[in-house]
């Protein structure tokens, strides 16, 4: 609703009033669509400030450390849903009835294989190719193996494509590992839960089962669920601008993983890891600490900080809960685990970081968890893929179910060359 108004006074302009949109929660927004034609445009690199649109689907409050999705707080889904209620809720904005429920679960585990073609497809790449890599691939060529359902004006057309991608992700994920370690394929199983049946394709072989234990996919089915939807990250956003020029889906999604694959963003539990390593040990901290401090040096504590929440990431102290219980659990004697412990503990006491409001975020806990579990580093932030895989889809389909969604085209703030003259090459010579 727009009864507020702010009002722009610009030097020798007339005064320019601007709508007010009140929001259901947070920050209200200045509508400034009528700027451009009162011949100016809004700057705001990286979005420091900018609604880049409207959506029902998660709120943050990142001053309080609170994240919602639908309404629901994270910790409540985190610790009484599993993930495919989670993806349930994004995707249709309610809470299913158990029998909605068990036809969603249904729906999801009957769709998990993929084409058989799609194993030719992976012997392209390279064995040693990044799993990321790969996966930005298979999952945009989806859209050549799937093209029967691309109508993006079809509600029942993009039901089909959000369930063919939750359903299939985990496949293909877990055949990027198989690929890269060169064991065979494992096709899915619609006895195990949506985590088993992932560890199942992940760790078993064709000469042996994989036992799954209940501790480890729990924490697994939690990996997802903490990372199913953070509202207009970079990735989304990504997947939501790839989206407005009416793209297939599959190739929006595979998109959203390019941009979700940078350390800034998804790429941060596997750098976290690599830091670790490179920390190597408990004595080695306080060096990178001073390092991390020093702005002439690029290292930054992977895994630490957010754009967002200034108070605590509410996901990584859920995650961070599950990391005990894996690591108490498991019983792993890692020492790099050890280093990971101290570094949280200094950290969280040192006046830089309280000052500057860095906390350890949900990729910090995720990739110890990973680790202990013995998922491959490479891997992390495709699992992130797999599990952002539905707030991608439920952003993309409520951008098309808007009837006034338009194609992104953000406008900028040119600063180069003035026109000129250009000269033929033998004229300059
Ligand atoms: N280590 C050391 N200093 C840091 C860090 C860090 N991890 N993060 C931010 N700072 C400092 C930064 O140098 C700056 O200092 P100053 O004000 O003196 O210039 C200040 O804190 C603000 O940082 P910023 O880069 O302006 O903040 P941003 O909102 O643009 O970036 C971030 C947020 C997450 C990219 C950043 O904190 C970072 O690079 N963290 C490490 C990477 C990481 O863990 N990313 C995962 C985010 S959670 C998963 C997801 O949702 O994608």
Request: charged share 25%.
């Amino acid at each position: 609703m727009a009864d507020k108004k702010a009002t722009l006074h610009i030097e020798g302009k007339a005064p320019i009033e601007l709508p007010i949109i009140e929001g259901s929660e947070g920050q209200d927004v200045i509508d400034v669509r009528k700027l451009g034609a009162n011949g100016f445009f809004t700057f705001d690199p990286g979005f420091l400030a900018t609604a880049s649109c409207e959506s029902q689907i998660t709120y943050i409050d990142g001053d309080k450390g609170i994240l919602l999705h639908r309404g629901f707080p994270i910790d409540q889904l985190a610790n009484n849903a599993d993930y495919l209620e989670v993806c349930y809720v994004l995707l249709y904005g309610e809470v299913p009835t158990r029998a909605e429920y068990e036809k969603f679960r249904t729906t999801v585990t009957r769709h998990t294989m993929v084409h058989e073609q799609i194993a030719s497809f992976f012997h392209g790449f390279r064995r040693d190719a990044h799993p990321m890599a790969i996966m930005c691939g298979v999952v945009g060529a989806l859209s050549a193996f799937y093209h029967d359902s691309l109508d993006i004006n079809n509600d029942l057309h993009r039901e089909i494509t959000a369930f063919r991608l939750l359903s299939k992700m985990p496949t293909l994920a877990a055949m990027c590992h198989k690929y890269t370690t060169g064991q065979p394929f494992i096709y899915p199983r619609n006895d195990l839960d949506y985590a088993e049946n992932f560890l199942h394709m992940m760790f078993a072989t064709p000469c042996e089962e994989y036992e799954v234990s209940p501790v480890v996919s729990r924490a697994m089915d939690k990996i997802f669920t903490l990372h199913a939807d953070h509202e207009q990250n970079a990735s989304t956003s990504t997947v939501r601008l790839a989206g407005s020029s009416g793209a297939n889906p599959f190739a929006c999604i595979a998109a959203g993983i390019a941009s979700l694959w940078g350390p800034a963003h998804g790429g941060a539990n596997e750098a976290c890891l690599k830091m670790l390593e490179e920390i190597g040990s408990v004595e080695n901290i306080p060096e990178f600490i001073e390092r991390a401090k020093d702005k002439d040096d690029p290292f930054r504590l992977m895994g630490f900080g957010h754009r967002v929440y200034k108070n605590y990431d509410p996901r990584a102290t859920v995650m961070r809960e599950a990391c005990h219980e894996v690591l108490e659990e498991l019983k792993i004697d890692d020492p790099l685990l050890d280093v990971a412990m101290e570094l949280e503990r200094i950290a969280l006491s040192d006046e830089y970081f309280v000052s500057k409001k860095l906390y350890p975020n949900v990729d910090f806990y995720s990739g110890i968890i990973l680790k202990a579990i013995g998922i491959p580093v490479s891997m992390f932030t495709v699992i992130f893929a797999m599990s952002r895989v539905i707030g991608w889809i439920a952003h993309w389909n409520e951008m098309h179910s808007d009837p006034t969604n338009r194609i992104g085209r953000p406008r900028q703030l040119y600063t180069g060359y003035s026109q000129r003259e250009f000269k033929p090459l033998h004229e300059r010579e």
